[in-house]
């Protein structure tokens, strides 16, 4: 049987994909581009909102003019006209006079304030009292509150939000340039797998990895490409590896990259032109039986058969590949979601690895109680009932009950 060789560390890994560049960038209608990366800064060509306009609904009118104006004392001012939404006013405002004004609309040439509606009273026709006295510019967006000609408002490099639409469209930007969405190819082996469609034999299982995996994709911003089930034949394997390389920027094998006379991962790797192998083992637990390769930009990764473990090397390795692929300015920091939370029991660890433990969390009075799902990683289920992970690094030998963690969060 063939031993691992090449085993890395997690640091290893994280210190051998740190190049990988960007795919290249296009240009995207901003209804399609939420989640997207932005591939250029985005420079504010306008003041928003351009114009001064009330916050509230009442009237529009000097500050100076209320001081003094109380309940027992209010001041009384003539309503001039009113503004009208979309429109410019065409009349202003001189000392002792106001304006109805609506949430939204534009002050008129005099008014530098608003008094709220609930503190007038109209006392005769186009007469009101004003029972409280404003301060300047209380109740207005001025013209460039919001955003300031010149001032960057979206960074390249950060995932679109709906709220980054939402400035995009007001400054009329219907087209963005983005990142291109990295394609991984997805790879199913083993004799023993069969469609999901299909009911499996004795010694049989439906692929659970193509869908796992193709799910982390998606929420990963990657367009996943399902390649199918390929059986343990080199040939078979090697070709439909080729097949992968040719349409995706990374390939997903899951299976056959444990230690077996039929695992052909590492032989179907190295018979690829120009294929370098950087891993074959990772001294984490679960998830030690990978595989990484890389040719040129583009990287091939083994992962271990098991639902549980193909995860684990997912969420802790390939989310951060693929914030590189998609242009993230920090992807080791959008990779990774955490909350502190405290164990509710011992959990032992081997040294000389990391370990990562599947976790559930519960909020018992307003404090985040973490406890651990223990169960073997053929086992999907543990990662249905599991919130996030917590890591052991390789240097401890366990971490005890009421110890504060970080969960990674699902």
């Not at 202003?92 to 509606?117: F, K, Y």
């Not at 997903?252 to 444990?258: K, T």
Request: with cysteine; net charge negative; charged share 25%.
């Amino acid at each position: 049987m063939r031993s691992f060789f090449k085993v890395k560390t997690a640091e290893d890994i994280f210190e051998s994909l740190k190049d990988i560049k960007p795919l290249g960038t296009e240009s995207v209608h901003i209804t399609d581009a939420h989640s997207r990366v932005l591939a250029r800064d985005i420079i504010c060509t306008e003041d928003l909102p351009g114009f001064q306009r009330s916050t509230m609904d009442g009237y529009a009118l000097s500050a100076k003019d209320t001081f003094g104006a109380s309940e027992n004392l209010p001041s009384p001012f003539n309503i001039v006209g009113e503004v009208r939404m979309g429109q410019i006013p065409d009349f202003s405002i001189r000392r002792g006079e106001c304006a109805q004004i609506s949430t939204g609309g534009m002050l008129p040439e005099g008014a530098d304030a608003v008094v709220m509606i609930e503190y007038s009273q109209m006392v005769e026709d186009r007469v009101v009292e004003i029972s409280r006295p404003v301060s300047p510019l209380e109740n207005v967006i001025q013209s460039d509150d919001d955003v300031k000609r010149g001032q960057v408002i979206l960074h390249n490099g950060t995932p679109l939000r709906p709220q980054d639409l939402g400035i995009l469209a007001s400054l009329g930007i219907s087209q963005v340039d983005v990142f291109t969405k990295p394609r991984a190819a997805i790879i199913s082996t083993g004799e023993e797998i069969v469609d999901i469609n299909q009911k499996p034999k004795a010694g049989q299982i439906r692929d659970i990895n193509s869908y796992t995996i193709g799910g982390l994709c998606i929420k990963s911003g990657v367009e996943p490409i399902y390649m199918g089930i390929v059986r343990d034949r080199f040939e078979d394997m090697k070709s439909l590896i080729g097949k992968g390389i040719s349409q995706a920027d990374v390939v997903l094998l899951s299976g056959g990259s444990s230690v077996g006379v039929k695992d052909f991962t590492l032989d179907a790797f190295l018979s690829l032109e120009g294929v370098e192998i950087l891993a074959h083992g990772v001294s984490i637990s679960p998830g030690k039986p990978t595989i990484i390769a890389r040719r040129g930009d583009k990287t091939l990764w083994g992962l271990p058969g098991h639902p549980t473990s193909a995860m684990i090397i997912f969420d802790v390795f390939l989310r951060y590949l693929f914030g590189r692929l998609s242009g993230l300015s920090r992807p080791a920091e959008y990779s990774s979601y955490t909350i502190e939370a405290e164990l509710d029991r011992n959990i032992e660890s081997a040294s000389g690895r990391e370990d990562y433990i599947r976790i559930k969390l519960a909020d018992i009075e307003g404090r985040w109680l973490a406890t651990p799902i223990l169960g073997k990683s053929g086992l999907i289920s543990t990662m249905v009932e599991a919130d996030g992970i917590v890591r052991i690094d390789m240097n401890t030998e366990g971490l005890y009950r009421g110890e504060k963690v970080k969960v990674r969060l699902f």
